[in-house]
């Protein structure tokens, strides 16, 4: 054995020309059969996946953004958030509020009981700031009617480009990635939540954000294990260097016999960090982001067993444990809540929101009135059994049983709308609407592949599967806890990209492995391009249904499909 070996066996340290992080110091990646085995090389058309991922996004952006002040009303749940919004903008804290939705009235009169963190009303309040806001008397300033929405136009359009890069990295292929986004982009239920100023678009983009960042951290982390394998000198792998270790009858150091054991270490990984941190946002917006943050975690340590057994550790579920669980702990628990807490910092900083002062001043006092508001919250959303014509049950979003009216006005021959100042010109009189509701060829399908992602997950121990089918379970299965409790499809908006994902899995086992056969994949490419005209059609059909366009009525007829699909209000 040479005396490089010798002195790698006797220190284990990462060998001559590795970086902290286990990659030469240019940066580049050597590829080696256990690298290629934990993290596969990306696609090399880098250039293309951005210019692709550019357009689509432009796109999409184009459709959110396009008449977006249109209707010049405040409409569904507009009313609460953009009053909730304006009290933070002024005074750092949610306020009560008459004459709102354009009309004059007495104005502020003193701190509003709000059932969401504000995290999703401040960024609606910085897009007030740039366009405009009504004030708590009712007056317009500048034009609100951006300045309610641009905010969630930009979060829908951002979450586009989030899941195009996010599936290109989880398949190693720009086309599927394309295809994800494609599908995710033409959904009518993430069109129409980035077209009104309510919280779940924020949800859903932070969501994706974490998701971007976990995918990062399992690629970050598993390259990096298998660079600083190879820095030990040993072999191919753990098993290889255990065997070499061995064999060499040199004195092995502690610090190496655990390395062969367990893994080497890993150090900071700043992907999981940023998770954690967007975990922690989402819940900032709505609490229901806790539900993903606990599948999210429960992947994360669960790959990190993974590695270490693909890596050829010897025990790699203690290896996890004492390696990755300390900082897997700290990034998913500590910090969510102390970012969660943070989304309170002008409840905090102020002296007027709602309980600041129930029990009084002082430090103490005012944890124990934001713990009590907290409690009351909690009350709510436990007891909310309000009756309301739209409410739905969960299983029922995944087949779209029931969409939700946001707005409807029915015209006769000849009359404008008192909003927009269309005419209708139908003999059978008209009908403006807008009408949540998802892409039926983007949700029915990606209910249907739930299923073989499953089968996926059982059979070949799928990664991604396991991704699509643990991260909606997270978000989906808590739900059906409060059977009694009102709630909506637009509830349901955070499983779409797992959904979307799901497709995308899917349409990579019918186009088949790079050595499949020609027919195979021009067949299976013939396929995913039928399915995305199909969304993009069924998108341009309910178009004007979604954007508040007058058509005739015997139109709207013909595109309320089901009869949870017409919901008076």
């Known amino acids: 054995m040479t005396v490089t070996t010798t002195a790698r066996l006797t ?10 992080t286990g990659t030469p110091p240019d940066g580049s990646a050597p590829s080696s059969p256990l690298r290629d085995r934990l993290c596969p090389p990306m ?12 357009v689509i996004t432009v796109i999409a952006g184009f459709l959110r953004f396009w008449r977006i002040s249109e209707p010049k009303k405040i409409y569904f749940d507009e009313v609460y958030y953009t ?5 933070l903008l002024t005074k750092g804290y949610e306020v009560n509020t008459q004459g709102w939705g354009g009309k004059a009235g007495t104005g502020c009169i003193g701190p509003g009981y709000v059932v969401h963190p504000p995290l999703g009303k401040w960024f609606m309040a910085a897009s007030e700031k740039l366009f405009g806001y009504i004030d708590c008397t009712g007056q317009a300033h500048g034009n609100p009617w951006l300045g309610f929405r641009v905010a969630s136009a930009f979060a829908g359009t951002v979450a586009v480009l989030l899941l195009i890069r996010v599936a290109r990295r989880m398949f190693r292929s720009t086309l599927l990635g394309c295809f994800a986004g494609i599908a995710f982009g ?8 980035s077209r009104i100023g309510i919280l779940d678009i924020f949800l859903m983009s932070l969501l994706v954000l974490a998701l971007a960042c976990l995918v990062l951290d399992r690629d970050q982390g598993r390259a990096r294990l298998a660079d600083r394998v190879a ?9 290889a260097g255990a065997v070499a270790a061995e064999n060499s009858g040199t004195r092995v150091a502690p610090a190496l016999a655990r390395d062969l054991r367990y893994g080497p270490g890993l150090g900071f990984r700043p992907w999981r960090l940023a998770a954690g941190l967007f975990l922690g946002a989402s819940m900032g917006v709505k609490w229901s982001g806790l539900y993903t943050l606990v599948g999210f975690a429960a992947l994360a340590i669960a790959w990190d067993v993974g590695a270490r057994r693909t890596a050829g550790a010897k025990a790699p579920i203690r290896g996890a444990l004492r390696r990755d669980l300390s900082a897997w702990f700290g990034c998913y628990v500590p910090l969510p809540i102390a970012t969660f807490l943070a989304t309170w910092t002008g409840w905090f900083a102020t002296d007027g929101g709602y309980d600041r002062h129930l029990y009084g001043n002082g430090f103490t ?11 009351a919250i909690l009350n709510y959303h436990e007891h909310l059994d309000a009756p309301h014509p739209a409410k739905s049950a969960p299983f029922s979003w995944l087949v779209l049983g029931r969409a939700v009216p946001y707005d409807y006005i029915g015209t006769g021959y000849g009359q404008k709308t008192q909003y927009g100042g269309q005419t209708c010109h139908a003999a059978d009189s008209c009908s403006q609407e807008i009408l949540a509701i998802g892409n039926p060829a983007v949700w029915w399908v990606g209910t249907a592949c739930l299923l073989v992602m499953i089968g996926l997950w059982v059979c ?13 379970g997270a978000s989906f299965l808590p739900w059906e806890l409060f059977p009694s409790r009102t709630m909506f499809l637009f509830y349901a908006l955070p499983l779409l990209p797992f959904l979307v994902l799901g497709i995308t899995a899917t349409a990579g086992l019918a186009i088949g492995p790079r050595e499949a056969s020609d027919t195979r994949r021009l067949f299976g490419a013939l396929a995913l391009g039928v399915y995305l005209i199909t969304v993009v059609l069924l998108f341009a059909y309910f178009y004007p249904i979604m954007t508040d366009q007058m058509i005739s009525l015997s139109g709207w007829r013909a595109r309320m499909w089901f009869p949870g699909w017409v919901v008076s209000r």
């Open 11 to 20: 220190h284990g340290d990462d060998g001559p020309g590795a970086s902290a």
């Open 43 to 54: 696609p090399t058309d880098r250039v293309l996946g951005w210019l692709s991922a550019g």
């Open 83 to 87: 009053r909730d919004s304006w009290g």
């Open 186 to 193: 033409f959904d009518g239920l993430e069109f129409v939540q």
């Open 231 to 239: 820095a030990l000198g040993l072999g191919p792998d753990l098993v």
């Open 365 to 375: 006092a005012m944890w124990r009135g934001w713990w009590a508001y907290q409690r």
């Open 460 to 472: 070949r121990r799928d990664w991604r599967a396991a991704l699509v089918v643990v991260s909606f």
